[in-house]
């Protein structure tokens, strides 16, 4: 006697989810109403946007640990994330945060923990500095692309990964904001002509193995 058979369809999404903050006000990032489509993001192929639908400064607070393989900000006015963890990893390339200014040049800042599962690159294109306040932690390293300033202002920072400075500015501002005895690279020994800036009045000691390749500037 023949069996019925039963043949079962699932529908995967090979490419992770985009989702566009959408409300003109602090909020939580895990709200789903605050997103378009309606699903925050969250996972190692999601991207979320930050961009100009705010007419003021706004904070968003993370009530749980989100992971993301993008973060792209973009506007004139100032996005801060603060609470809990972003953690940065890709199914499937680089992990990225992306600081464009098509709709103008606000001064974002993260003062939530960064997980790093990969390197993460930060692709820094606006005027205004991105500053990261939360502490950084975890196996990967650090890429600063993009001709901005990067301000890490918190101590003791303790990524394993290389940190790399191939363009723009890095302004090192607290002991340990690039991890106690850290490999870093400043140049790429391309066109770009980085620089690295260290804060004279920090106090305390710290130390990181830096290599300055010819297109590289220490500050």
């Known amino acids: 006697m023949k069996r019925p058979f039963l043949l079962l369809l699932l ?4 490419f992770g989810a985009t989702a566009t903050w959408n409300v003109d006000s602090n909020g939580s ?21 930050l961009s100009n639908v705010i007419t003021g400064n706004r904070t968003i607070t993370l009530g749980i640990p989100i992971t993301l393989e993008a973060l792209n900000i973009d506007d ?12 940065f990893e890709s199914s499937s390339g680089t992990p ?25 690159e930060i692709s820094q294109g606006a005027v205004s500095t991105l500053l990261i306040d939360g502490l950084i932690s975890g196996p990967g390293g650090l890429t600063k692309t993009g001709s901005g300033i990067l301000r890490v202002n918190v101590q003791n920072n303790t990524y394993t990964g290389v940190t790399r400075i191939n363009e723009g500015t890095y302004n090192y501002t607290q002991r340990g904001a690039i ?41």
């Open 179 to 219: 991890p106690n005895g850290g490999v870093t690279i400043l140049g790429d020994g391309g066109g770009a002509s980085p620089n690295l800036i260290i804060n004279r009045s920090m106090s305390g000691a710290s130390g990181i193995n830096l290599t300055i390749n010819s297109n590289g500037t220490l500050i």
């Open 76 to 87: 004139n006015n100032s996005y801060r994330l603060q609470s809990n963890q972003l953690i």
């Open 96 to 120: 990225m945060i992306t600081i464009t200014n098509v709709n103008g040049n606000g001064a974002h800042r993260i003062s939530s923990a960064i997980q790093l599962n990969e390197t993460l």
């Open 29 to 49: 990032w895990e709200v789903n109403g605050n997103w378009t489509p309606m699903t925050f993001p969250n996972g190692n192929s999601d991207t979320a946007i």
């Open 11 to 14: 529908s995967v999404n090979l």
